[in-house]
């Protein structure tokens, strides 16, 4: 059975916690759970269903959180490498709780698993949980989907206790890892709060960035350095055209990235999640474009949106066409080849500013639909996935994510995989993304941010490949997304 | 026991803030405004939740509700986006090899078109293999294979160019098939649609193409109906037992022993009802991903002898991470299957998370090291089975002529073969990847089909070459045995 209490500070601090969400209790209109010795808190002033109002996890009724009995859908993105990490963690994880079937259902890419939740909404069909893109839970937040997560975190028996001692980590008595949200990075638990409506809509599950891989073999030859920053890109770039034509000497995978996050490093103005959402029409954005327009068309610059058929600019890499590209982290196998070493860098910064790499990878909202038996099953599911060792492991098993916990950092396991793999992509890409931490920055999330991020993809290209001006591009796709 | 104080002080401290009119964290709070906000959203979706409602399932045949509207007639797939093809090879459930068609109607064996099929990915069958893959491949299979015509279309509603996908190696297409020949446009059904539909795939990246909500309505029919992938059933097909223990000579002679016998039998490994093998090797050369490995064995009629076995495992392209280390001992559990004519092993896996009776077994980390044979051409250039496969040092070879450039569809020329020769005579192939080689002035150049020529075939000059004996089979059935070099950098030039 559970034992809730912790002596000495633990004790102190959970003691503050029940306080808190008993408070709430009594300054909601709980309905009735149809559970007496339940306790409900939350404020659900626009929903109908009794279902949206918390009810805390309660021993009278579903006994030891470990022999909790529940069936959960959880659906992802994951390709099949990392089906078969997740498979590997749903076995250990019914180790610990052998009455939750975890049903992983994998919806194909991020675009289909948007629409699909869109369409499961209204039908009724949702999973219990799903992997997502901030971007797409504003819209299933719109629709009154979603549940606050902060509930969950808040709870008194399945949530973090002791949050005051997260960095630590520690084993509650029953054996379940328990850490607080302070043990996450935090920008990627800060992402999960920056939507239209205040609470916590996204946790994060396993996250990548943007890394600058080069041919490091061709870079040693030649005595190049690597470039950091992009003053000093575009003045090898020029080295590199002129003692070799041929070569496009550089290459950006995502035009949406490269732009928000030029944006970002800036400090121009992008997105609001309040007002007029769309700031990107500005003359600052426009002198970046402007430049990297005379890049492409002297040659030095490729992006996949001017490439023919989108292609990836990691394809041209490894054909030895291009010289260093930035590129996904999560996609670090794309940029490997065994024709050259592939040294891998920090992205150039801005001068006179600090380094800002996006925070991408996929994570987990949870839905309202279901049996609290299961949405406490699933968070427990979550909790697990993203303990400091499977956090660790999940991130190695998945090549070029990122583990969420940054006590992962520090385990065993991966700092033994960090020495082990010092000379592939994967341990040189791992060992430069520790070190951005706090550099993360993430977009501001509201309904149509989604449409803004794909809109500002395609502006380089309106330019380079149509006859459209720098200020006719970036008009026609403020247009769009103010049309929505 | 120790609970029951907590909450009792816990209700009375929460009554206190109650009535004190504290209104508690915010972020504690469900805030959840839907029908405020459900108006601005991009795609109007209902905040009707019902918690465990079950789903009624509808029966639609979404495929009746797709049409061929292009005429194909006179078009050509890569020029037009629109084309007849013919069958060149079935891979697996979303992925086929066809061949253009000549302005005759005959296949063009010059022109493959490596087709993925959009809106679809289904199950692995080939350097991986997950249940339901091989079931997908066969269904798949079973309406290619039973088409009177093929007509292949770019997710375009107008003619224009076929583009390649990222890779720029295969060609995203809808798959129309037709069971008549001169088929008219009504009597072709979407394969990719029938193939969502019928549960053998989730749908994937059809956001944004022609027919995206049809394959999205098709997908939750069959998730609703809990076809196939969606069934949570066991594969029948699959072998979730683990590999059969034997070993690299019996697998590579196609041996077994057999005791009722007392001797050694014939016996297909490859047979996929009994194909999952264990055995025991060490790494010899690592490549993408994939790896060859070898094990050395006393023959079977000839104790005193000693025979080197080898095989390739091929891993997908995937980081198994023991295949990366030259001379490590493994045990490797996989499928033992054929490809052009050569043993392979696919569908191996590591699990660093968990691991399993099917990952590969790290047995010894000590060897960090592979002494290749060192063989020469002429013994290398026989149907000798048991050099298939095995990693070789052949060295003093010099380029007698071009045999051939392999185009990736793309246009782009990726392979090439040269027809090679040592001091003796013999003769051999020698497969390369074009791209970056250090020269014999280590100087680095980029190897291309107008230059290749003359770089290996330059009079007087030899090279040594560290690579796998394998074979490659023509369309015409003709056998070659080349060396398959998997490094550049693995070819070196005499001085």
């Not at chain 1, 069936?71 to 990490?85: E, K, L, P, R, S």
């Not at chain 1, 190049?224 to 003053?231: A, G, K, L, M, R």
């Not at chain 1, 732009?259 to 490093?265: D, R």
Request: some cysteine; overall charge negative; charged content about 15%.
């Amino acid at each position: 059975m559970l034992n809730p209490v912790i002596k000495g500070k633990k004790g102190v601090f959970a003691l503050g916690s029940l306080a808190c969400v008993a408070a709430l209790v009594a300054c909601s209109n709980a309905t009735s759970s149809g559970n007496t010795s339940s306790q409900s808190f939350g404020s659900s002033s626009a929903e109908s269903s009794a279902s949206q109002n918390y009810v805390a996890y309660d021993p009278s009724v579903y006994g030891d959180p470990t022999a909790l009995s529940a069936d959960i859908t959880f659906w992802t993105t994951t390709g099949h490498q990392n089906q078969d990490a997740l498979s590997a963690i749903t076995q250990a994880f019914n180790q610990v709780y052998p009455n939750i079937n975890v049903n992983i259902l994998a919806q194909g890419a991020y675009s289909d698993i948007q629409t699909k939740i869109n369409d499961a909404i209204p039908s009724g069909t949702t999973p219990t949980i799903a992997y997502c893109y901030p971007d797409h839970v504003a819209n299933y937040l719109a629709a009154g989907a979603v549940m606050d997560i902060q509930n969950f975190v808040n709870d008194p028996i399945i949530g973090f206790l002791a949050a005051n001692e997260a960095s630590e980590g520690h084993h509650s008595e029953n054996g379940m890892d328990v850490y607080g949200t302070d043990d996450y990075v935090k920008a990627y638990w800060d992402e999960g709060t920056a939507y239209q409506l205040p609470g916590l809509y996204s946790v994060p599950f396993t996250k990548s960035t943007e890394a600058l891989y080069y041919n490091k073999t061709i870079f040693d030859e030649m005595g190049w350095s690597v470039p950091e920053t992009w003053d000093d890109l575009w003045s090898l770039c020029d080295t590199i055209k002129g003692q070799n034509p041929d070569y496009v000497p550089f290459g950006y995978d995502s035009d949406s990235n490269l732009f928000i996050s030029a944006l970002a490093s800036n400090g121009i103005p992008y997105t609001s999640s309040t007002g007029a959402h769309y700031l990107f029409n500005n003359a600052a954005a426009k002198t970046l474009v402007q430049n990297w327009v005379s890049k492409v068309n002297a040659g030095e610059f490729e992006t996949q949106g001017t490439l023919p058929n989108s292609s990836y600019t990691s394809t041209d890499f490894i054909q030895q066409k291009t010289l260093m590209i930035v590129s996904s982290t999560g996609g670090a196998s794309y940029a490997d080849t065994d024709n050259f070493d592939v040294g891998v860098a920090p992205l150039p910064i801005y001068a006179g500013h600090e380094l800002q790499v996006i925070s991408q990878g996929p994570s987990i909202c949870f839905f309202q639909r279901g049996s609290w038996a299961q949405k406490y099953a699933a968070w427990l599911f979550y909790k697990f996935c993203t303990s400091a060792e499977w956090s660790a492991r999940f991130a190695v098993a998945s090549t070029g994510y990122n583990p969420v916990r940054v006590s992962s950092y520090d385990t065993d396991y991966y700092t033994g995989y960090l020495a082990e793999s010092a000379d592939t992509i994967y341990g040189r890409t791992a060992t430069v993304t520790e070190a951005f931490q706090d550099n993360m920055f993430y977009s501001p999330v509201f309904v149509g941010s989604s449409a803004a991020r794909d809109a500002v993809g395609k502006i380089l290209t309106l330019v380079v490949q149509t006859n459209l001006t720098v200020d006719e591009a970036f008009q026609q796709v403020y247009d769009e997304c103010v049309a929505g | 026991m120790r609970k029951t104080p907590m909450f009792v002080a816990s209700a009375l401290l929460a009554f206190f803030l109650a009535s004190c009119g504290t209104n508690g964290a915010s972020s504690s709070e469900n805030f959840v405004s839907s029908e405020s906000v459900a108006a601005s959203s991009e795609r109007v979706v209902s905040s009707s939740e019902e918690s465990s409602s079950a789903a009624v399932c509808d029966s639609t045949d979404y495929v009746s509700q797709v049409h061929l509207t292009l005429n194909y007639v006179g078009h050509d797939f890569l020029t037009d986006g629109i084309g007849q093809v013919a069958l060149k090879e079935l891979v697996d459930g979303d992925t086929t090899h066809f061949y253009d068609l000549n302005s005759n109607g005959t296949p063009d064996t010059a022109v493959t078109i490596k087709s993925r099929y959009l809106c679809i990915d289904t199950p692995e069958s080939t350097g991986q293999i997950e249940p339901w893959g091989k079931a997908a491949s066969a269904f798949t299979d079973s309406y290619i294979t039973s088409a009177k015509t093929i007509v292949l279309s770019s997710d375009f509603a107008i003619y224009g160019s076929a583009k390649a996908d990222s890779t720029g190696s295969r060609y995203l297409s809808y798959i129309w098939v037709s069971d008549q020949t001169n088929a008219p446009l009504s009597s072709f059904r979407l394969l990719n649609l029938i193939i969502v539909q019928n549960g053998y795939s989730a749908t994937k990246a059809a956001a944004g193409t022609l027919y995206q909500d049809t394959f999205f309505n098709a997908d939750a029919e069959a998730q609703c109906n809990k076809l196939i992938i969606w069934s949570g059933q066991q594969d029948p097909g699959f072998i979730y037992t683990t590999g059969v223990s034997t070993t690299l000579q019996l697998l590579t002679l196609g041996k077994i022993y057999d005791e009722t016998v007392g001797d050694y039998v014939d016996y297909d490994w490859t047979d996929s009802t009994h194909n999952k093998v264990a055995f025991d090797c060490y790494v010899a050369l690592a490549t993408s991903g994939n790896a060859y490995v070898y094990m050395d064995y006393p023959a079977l009629d000839n104790p005193n002898q000693t025979v080197r076995y080898g095989m390739y495992i091929f891993a997908g392209y995937r980081n198994i991470t023991p295949l990366n280390h030259v001379g490590w001992k493994l045990n490797v559990v996989g499928n033992c299957t054929t490809f052009n004519g050569n043993l392979q092993i696919t569908n191996v896996q590591y699990n660093v998370l968990y691991h399993t009776t099917d990952d590969i077994t790290i047995l010894d980390k000590t060897l960090t090291t592979y002494t290749p044979l060192e063989t020469a051409t002429a013994v290398a250039d026989t149907a000798n089975i048991a050099y298939m496969n095995v990693v070789v040092q052949i060295n003093d070879l010099h380029g007698v002529n071009d045999f051939g450039t392999y185009s990736s569809v793309s246009g782009t020329d990726t392979y090439m073969t040269i027809h090679c020769e040592d001091l003796a005579g013999s003769s051999i192939y020698l497969t390369f990847t074009l791209g970056t080689v250090t020269d014999r002035n280590n100087v680095t150049q980029r190897i291309d089909p107008t230059n290749f020529v003359a770089y290996f075939c330059t009079a007087g000059e030899t090279f040594n070459v560290f690579a796998p004996i394998n074979r490659y089979i023509s369309t015409g059935g003709t056998i070659y045995y080349q060396l398959a070099l998997c490094h550049n950098s693995d070819l070196v030039f005499n001085s």
